[in-house]
């Protein structure tokens, strides 16, 4: 940390500011009827958010749990994330008895010497996070750690009492306002989902126009259930996703004992690369595979992909691609759909997967312990509209024209974001090295803002 801060402040080590020595929490059993325990998840914001904890069993030896006080500040000592060990937030004013669990290290400091509060910003800014992000170790399990012996010796830069009460009132007023805007934007962009998706279902059914509309007419399937299909305009029809498309599922990758030496190797599309809408190809795993085995799963221009195990949220959603990548095979949790004689237009049915397909998906799946998932079976069953081919054409150039529009917004707006952030690192950045405001006048008047 550097010691470049105005000349009335000081520089010392957390150590040397404590009331009480540093404390790990201790967890109660699980169960019910017992303390509510705090979860990671609670230390998010700069205060700690009660509502993210779970209960406990009542029988638990009342006198070995530590409960979260006024003023002190906790810290999360374990994280799967090396950006997210060491988190810190406030407990202020708890609405009930809650206990610190294990996971976390208590903070309690000489009220006469720190606010707690300008502790609660100070541990957010980019200054305590990169000294944290140091001493940080990983352990088993791919665990990131940080011990009570390496908190105490981050460095803190101490202005006099008086100076870290201005600057906590200034921070949590740009604060609130950087918050605010953001909130906005964040609302903005599910909105722009919610009105994308719903154009795009309305038109995968011929809903964008008043045109006369006829009941839906598909013979019942065994061993799925349709639910409720709505009507068509006249010239579509419904009919099963197995008439219109080769449905495959992807592959399920060798183990390093079965390669051999003409294998290759090729990219394997996993379910956390296909998202609703979109593909996300930032990491992409490489396989190795026979070269004919290869060549039968490689995905072509204009397959849709779908998503056919994992959480509930991730299945039945999907994109398509569009030779991303030069050669690319889909993972065994994947599902392959290759349109038939140019039946249908592929990006209408990837858009009726995302909406009605997923639906359809979660109510015929397979729920037992551990992930949910659809049989290959079932999922050839799945109800598709069908128009005219040219009118899926005219349908297509108007809703890509249509998302073209909301998709540039949404860019602007998570450019906006990323804006905010950058402000949100900056100013706590300053705020803590005394670039915020000057200190006071002997007189105590505030003299500067921002």
């Known amino acids: 940390m550097t010691n470049e801060v105005p000349a009335s402040w000081r520089i010392v080590r957390l150590s040397d500011v404590l009331s009480e020595p540093l404390v790990n929490g201790r967890s109660p059993r699980p169960g019910e009827g017992g303390l509510p325990v705090l979860r990671m998840p609670a230390l998010r914001a700069v205060t700690v958010d009660f509502t993210q904890s779970k209960s406990s069993d009542r029988s638990g030896d009342g006198h070995a749990i530590l409960l979260a006080e006024h003023g002190d500040v906790l810290v999360g000592r374990v994280n799967g ?194 998202q609703r809408g979109r593909l996300d190809l930032d990491d992409v795993r490489t396989i190795r595979l026979p070269p004919s085995q290869a060549e039968a799963a490689r995905l072509r221009a204009g397959d849709v992909l779908l998503t056919g195990g994992g959480s509930i949220d991730s299945l039945g959603r999907g994109w398509l691609w569009e030779e991303q990548l030069l050669h690319c095979v889909p993972h065994s949790h994947l599902f392959r759909v290759r349109i038939t004689a140019h039946q249908l237009h592929p990006v209408l049915l990837a858009w009726h997967a995302n909406g009605f397909g997923r639906t359809w998906c979660h109510r015929n799946a397979t729920h037992s312990v551990g992930p949910a998932s659809i049989s290959l079976a079932r999922l050839r069953l799945m109800p598709v509209p069908v128009a005219p081919v040219d009118e899926q054409h005219y349908l297509v150039a108007v809703l890509q024209a249509h998302t073209a529009s909301l998709n540039g917004a949404c860019a602007v707006a998570e450019r906006a974001l990323e804006l905010a952030g950058r402000l949100r690192r900056n100013l706590l950045e300053r705020a803590f090295t005394g670039h915020l405001s000057p200190p006071l006048s002997p007189s105590g008047q505030q003299e500067s803002v921002l």
Do not use: F
Not at 207 to 217: M, N, S
Not at 249 to 260: A, D, H, K, L, V
């Open 81 to 274: 994330s090396h950006s997210l060990v060491g988190e810190g937030a406030l407990v202020d004013g708890p609405p009930a008895p809650t206990a610190i669990p294990d996971s976390m290290i208590r903070v309690r400091v000489r009220p006469d010497v720190l606010d707690s509060r300008y502790l609660a910003h100070l541990w957010k800014s980019p200054i305590m996070r990169r000294q944290i992000g140091a001493r940080a170790r990983q352990g088993g399990a791919a665990i990131w750690r940080i011990n009570q012996r390496d908190l105490a010796d981050v460095l803190l830069p101490l202005p006099p009492m008086a100076e870290q009460r201005r600057i906590v009132g200034l921070l949590e007023d740009h604060l609130a306002r950087i918050d605010a805007t953001t909130t906005r934007t964040y609302n903005a962009l599910d909105q722009a989902d919610a009105l994308s998706r719903a154009l795009t279902a309305r038109a995968g059914r011929g809903a964008l126009a008043g045109t006369t509309r006829v009941p839906a007419d598909l013979p019942r399937a065994a061993g799925v259930e349709d639910g409720r299909l709505p009507g068509l305009p006249e010239r579509w029809r419904w009919t099963r996703l197995h008439d219109v498309a080769e449905v495959s599922r992807g592959i399920t990758p060798p183990g390093t004992q079965e390669w051999s030496a003409s294998d290759t190797d090729v990219s394997c599309l996993r379910v956390a690369n296909v």
